[in-house]
């Protein structure tokens, strides 16, 4: 049985491309499967802001014309500026279990990479920090989540054997909700919120954040700046990810924290979780996904912490207190049970020490990875 490793070149191998991971994760109770619009948008270069610095291949491997896996080579040449380092990153990665899928499709993009004079292929990254990102090493008995890649465990033993070794790792946590909000978080709040003069804006429909907008992505920008491979938005893909992203916010999880000038001065957002309405409608708003979706932003007990953001100027200084109080109260108000939190770079003690606060476990782990050529 021969293999073949054939480029994506065409609107069609480009939906097998994004399909393929459905049949491959089918029976899996983990896996939850991103929107294929979405996808598809993202990996459009006539739809993807993020194309105006980032050039990107895709390949599919196929067994006696079976798919059999893909993956995407990424050149973020902002990155390469930003950082100094001349790297291809590899994303969009699934193979079946067979270690020969996982070296002919790797090799296609280490081979690129030389190609192109580069000095290291890392990942699973995607154009920007705000993608999917980090292969899954702990926890592949957990449901994923909308944010985040689900791999099978085979992954990283197949790459790892091929050569690549840890880079960074993310954590990501499961926290209780109290059926309160903790007494020390509520004293450390208002004291914050005196010391500092901060305020908390109210928000009542998706369109009261719209003002705010500019302000969240510029806010991204300058407090996620050393964090690991980011690189800073653009004016264009700041619209992109207003329109695509703002319409549907639940804004009774959306905590915004304002200085005395109303200048945002730090941001919370959350979002009941859509990972079991993504597992009804497999990835399709049509004929029953987008009612899975709707049913699930406003009949839940889960919520997924998404981003929180701090100015720099206010870090460390008790701001975060503030928006988790406010998280806290809207969870309780709303019966939220349990909040998943987003991948947090291990070394990122400013955001793990919120949890001390709350009763959290640690059940995810993911991991990007680099190869030196």
């Known amino acids: 049985m021969s293999l073949q490793i054939k480029e994506v070149l065409t609107k069609r191998q480009l939906k097998d491309f994004v399909n393929f991971p459905y049949s491959l994760y089918k029976a899996n109770p983990f896996f939850v499967p991103p929107l294929r619009f979405d996808e598809m948008a993202t990996l459009r270069k006539d739809k993807n802001p993020a194309f105006d610095y980032c050039e990107a291949r895709y390949w599919m491997a196929y067994r006696d014309d079976v798919p059999v896996g893909r993956i995407a080579g990424i050149i973020n040449h902002a990155f390469i500026e930003r950082w100094n380092k001349n790297y291809v990153r590899f994303g969009w990665i699934d193979f079946i279990e067979d270690k020969s899928v996982a070296l002919a499709l790797l090799s296609q993009v280490e081979n690129w990479a030389s190609e192109r004079n580069m000095e290291a292929i890392h990942g699973p ?68 919120k005196k010391r500092f003069q901060l305020q908390i804006v109210r928000l009542r429909k998706p369109k009261d954040i719209l003002p705010y907008a500019q302000q969240i992505f510029q806010l991204i920008n300058i407090a996620f700046a050393e ?98 109080s406010e998280i806290t109260r809207s969870c309780i108000r709303n019966g939220i049970q349990f909040a998943e939190t987003n991948p947090e770079l291990e070394k990122n003690n400013k955001v793990q020490a919120l949890w001390e606060y709350y009763e959290a476990l640690q059940h995810k782990r993911r991991r990007c990875y680099i190869k030196y050529l």
């Open 227 to 324: 964090l690991y491979g980011v690189v800073p938005l653009t004016q264009r893909q700041m619209d992109y990810y207003t329109r695509q992203y703002f319409s549907f916010i639940r804004t009774d999880y959306v905590s915004l924290v304002t200085d005395h000038e109303g200048k945002l001065a730090g941001f919370g957002i959350t979002m009941p979780s859509l990972s079991k309405a993504l597992q009804k409608g497999q990835g399709r708003l049509l004929p029953f996904g987008a009612i899975h979706l709707l049913k699930a932003l406003h009949t839940n007990t889960i919520i997924d912490l998404y981003l929180i953001a701090i100015r720099p100027d206010l870090q460390g200084k008790g701001v975060n207190a503030i928006i988790m």
């Open 125 to 192: 990254l995607g154009f920007t920090d705000l993608d999917h990102e980090g292969m899954l090493v702990e926890g592949f008995d957990k449901r994923g989540t909308l944010a985040t890649i689900y791999n099978y465990s085979y992954y990283p033993r197949y790459v790892e054997e091929l050569g690549y070794a840890k880079d960074a790792d993310w954590l990501e946590f499961l926290i209780k909700i109290p059926k309160e909000v903790p007494k020390n978080l509520e004293r450390i709040t208002e004291l914050v």
